[in-house]
Nanobody
Framework: QVQLVESGGGLVQAGGSLRLSCAASGTKFDINAMGWYRQAPGKQRDWVATITNSRSTYYGDSVKGRFTISRDMTNNTVFLQMNSLKPEDTAVYYC?????????WGQGTQVTVSS
């Protein structure tokens, strides 16, 4: 069973920055990909970004150019650097890990961007 623990959320003004972290543990298998999703109140969970084990990165259109995903392969940790934050980025951010055809999720961390 893979455990994912997120940290780094908080309250920030529009235009500010935050860095989220997610540490994975509990697996002896390689993590194929890690990523971030977010869910705003009353809305569905949306994909934000993904990084593969070959360090290829992919971003949703709404965050492209503002967010950067990176990964520490040694420590099974993924990061999301969020710059130029907007009020519409306000959501609970969830870490995701894809291991042997199974998706695992963290508990989520709240990001609130004030205008």
């Amino acid at each position: 069973q893979v455990q994912l623990v997120e940290s780094g959320g908080g309250l920030v003004q529009a235009g500010g920055s935050l860095r989220l972290s997610c540490a994975a543990s509990g697996t002896k298998f390689d993590i194929n990909a890690m990523g971030w999703y977010r869910q705003a109140p009353g809305k569905q969970r949306d994909w934000v970004a993904t990084i593969t084990n070959s360090r290829s990165t992919y971003y949703g259109d709404s965050v492209k150019g503002r967010f950067t995903i990176s990964r520490d392969m040694t420590n099974n940790t993924v990061f999301l650097q969020m710059n130029s934050l907007k009020p519409e980025d306000t959501a609970v951010y969830y870490c995701n890990a894809y291991v042997r055809s199974t998706n695992y999720w963290g508990q989520g961390t709240q990001v609130t961007v004030s205008s």
